[in-house]
């Protein structure tokens, strides 16, 4: 069902090591991985991190068909990039037709440069694709929070966060339940030019909006109605917790990063 | 022509391990010009069925006949369709959305694209059949009349389409008493000028006062298909087996039957059960000082058929 799949985003839900690292931990995890895919210039560096994305999929019990399909939208990306590499990098030429001159460097740089994209939104995926919404939103609270003292309101955004993630389902199923009003009384919304389809939106949109700003309205009584005032010493339902496994992964992945950029 | 519904089951999500059943092998027939109470507890299939009617849902396994047309069909014009049967939602004041009340009203006129005078004339007739001053209500915005006019705007919205046959689907939730009172009254003279009606709801009070034969679902099968009084006179055990009850007035003539009274108990409505309150009461205490209680003339000789095989012994009244 279409309102599932959009409630859930990417997420696969299961009980695997990836899945019950910290979310913190996971996010430190992917940030250093994106850092070390950015240094590396070798081709050997690119294996360590096919084979970092293969022990994720692993430790994730994921098929890599999952992380296959978040790859779709960037295949235009990567193709892109590709061409522009391999016809514009100065070095040996292959192959020449007119002013466009392959070369062996961009050849070479092409591939290496997709193989980089594909790195890049394999590893992002092992993150999405293990941490539910909510879990993400509560470690980008921990971790924003030394950043409060600058000004940057951490309880608030994650609240703004959750919150959207948590009415995406109801106005979906909204959506769905006055699409099925308006069709009954006359509207059509898969005829006619772009033009009519766009007018066509009006009847949808106008009573989604004005439900949208009543849920706000009541959600925000009820918040008020039970005392919320912001994070301030706030407790939670769900705490996070680094556990052994969470300090050894991340030892871990320091070592092997940083034996990697030794190498370099 | 009549609405025909033939062994119609649904399932939503199919082929996933998130499948639900929602209707099971319903068959019923609605003639036109009836008015028709669908009852069941939350969850029955009461909505998924009601959305078959129209075509919001293509009926399948099974067949779903209006007027000779067949819905599941893909020629079928359902736009054409939703104009004979018209399907008013839950809390459809939600689906408002012009800037006056005549333009939201004349939205389906205007959608089938009508000539102005026509949907004038339209507006006029289903503000009119809606209790709704044309005059007074016309260019206000439709978001700051009170709740039930909202409601009684978004159902003329509907019947502006022009359909024989209207189906509400829980019309007086959240309604005030007098809403809900207006609302029943101006169904039922919809029904007296001809209008089917199917009233879906789990309210027996709207039902009494409304729909002169009921069905019953219940975790999506038809468990009951029969004339209001009989139900609520001889089927209340098979309606308190699927989490249902006669309504409050009928619950009284039970509770004096139980405490042996010699009372009737095919008397819907207050007006009704009062009668027959007072002719048993006149019966057993000789007559008193007033009028005569005449009861009132019974309806059922409407097709009966019931699946409940339980004869229905009164019992005492149980507090909610």
């Known amino acids: 069902m279409a309102i599932g799949e959009i409630a859930l985003g990417q997420y696969v839900p299961g009980d695997s090591f990836l899945h019950r690292l910290d979310p913190r931990t996971k996010i430190g995890l992917v940030t250093g991985f994106i850092v070390l895919m950015f240094v590396v210039e070798t081709w050997w560096g690119y294996g360590v991190g096919v084979g970092l994305v293969a022990l994720g999929l692993a430790a994730g019990r994921l098929s890599p068909r999952w992380v296959l399909r978040g790859l779709r939208p960037i295949v235009m990306l990567i193709a892109i990039s590709a061409v522009l590499n391999a016809f514009w990098t100065e070095g040996r030429t292959l192959w020449q037709w007119g002013p466009l001159r392959l070369t062996a460097e961009g050849v070479e740089r092409a591939g290496m440069m997709g193989l980089r994209l594909v790195l890049l939104v394999a590893g992002a995926s092992l993150l999405t694709l293990t941490t539910s919404p909510i879990d993400l939103t509560d470690a980008i609270e921990r971790l924003l929070t030394p950043f409060r003292r600058i000004g940057v309101p951490a309880h608030e955004l994650a609240m703004m966060m959750s919150i959207a993630l948590r009415f995406v389902p109801t106005l979906v199923e909204e959506a769905e339940r006055i699409m099925k009003a308006q069709m009954a009384r006359g509207a059509a919304f898969d005829r006619g030019s772009l033009v009519a389809r766009a007018r066509a939106l009006v009847p949808l949109l106008v009573p989604l909006f004005v439900s949208a700003f009543r849920r706000a309205d009541e959600l925000a009584l009820a918040m008020e109605a039970r005392c919320y005032r912001g994070g301030e010493g706030r407790t939670r339902l769900r705490q996070l917790h680094m556990q052994r496994r969470d300090w050894a992964t991340l030892v871990t992945f320091a070592v092997v990063a940083a034996g990697v950029g030794a190498v370099l | ?320």
Request: glycine share 10%.
């Open chain 2, 1 to 320: 022509m009549p609405i025909v519904v033939r062994h119609l089951s649904h399932v939503y999500m199919p082929g996933t391990p998130m499948a639900v059943p929602a209707l099971h092998d319903v068959s019923f027939e609605i003639a036109d010009g009836e008015s028709v109470g669908l009852i069941g507890p939350t969850g029955s299939g009461k909505s998924t069925l009601v959305q078959h009617l129209n075509g919001l849902i293509r009926p399948r396994p099974g067949t779903v006949f209006v007027d000779g047309q067949d819905v599941g069909d893909r020629r079928t014009d359902l736009r054409r369709l939703r104009r004979t049967v018209g399907l008013v939602f839950q809390y459809p004041e939600y689906q408002l959305f012009e800037e006056t009340v005549y333009d939201d009203v004349a939205f389906g006129p205007r959608s089938m694209g009508l000539d102005a005078d026509e949907v004038d004339r339209r507006v006029r007739r289903a503000m009119a059949l809606m209790g709704l001053d044309v005059e007074a209500l016309a260019k206000r915005s439709p978001f700051e009349l009170s709740g039930g006019q909202r409601r009684r705007v978004a159902i003329a919205g509907v019947l502006a389409l022009g359909c024989s046959k209207l189906i509400l689907d829980e019309p007086t939730a959240g309604l005030d008493p007098a809403g809900r009172r207006d609302l029943l009254r101006l169904l039922a003279r919809l029904n007296r000028e001809g209008m089917t009606v199917l009233l879906v709801t789990h309210d027996m009070d709207d039902l009494a006062e409304v729909a002169r034969r009921v069905l019953v679902l219940s975790e999506g099968r038809l468990v009951a298909d029969a004339p209001v009084r009989e139900l609520f006179s001889r089927h209340r055990a098979l309606l308190q087996g699927h989490r249902l009850d006669v309504p409050v007035a009928v619950r009284i003539l039970y509770a004096l039957r139980e405490r042996g009274a010699d009372v009737r108990l095919d008397r819907i409505g207050i007006d009704e059960v009062a009668e027959e309150i007072l002719r048993w009461w006149r019966a057993t205490r000789g007559p008193a000082d007033g009028r005569a209680a005449s009861g009132p003339t019974s309806t059922s000789q409407e097709r009966s058929r019931t699946h409940g095989h339980r004869r229905d012994r009164p019992r005492p009244v149980r507090p909610r």
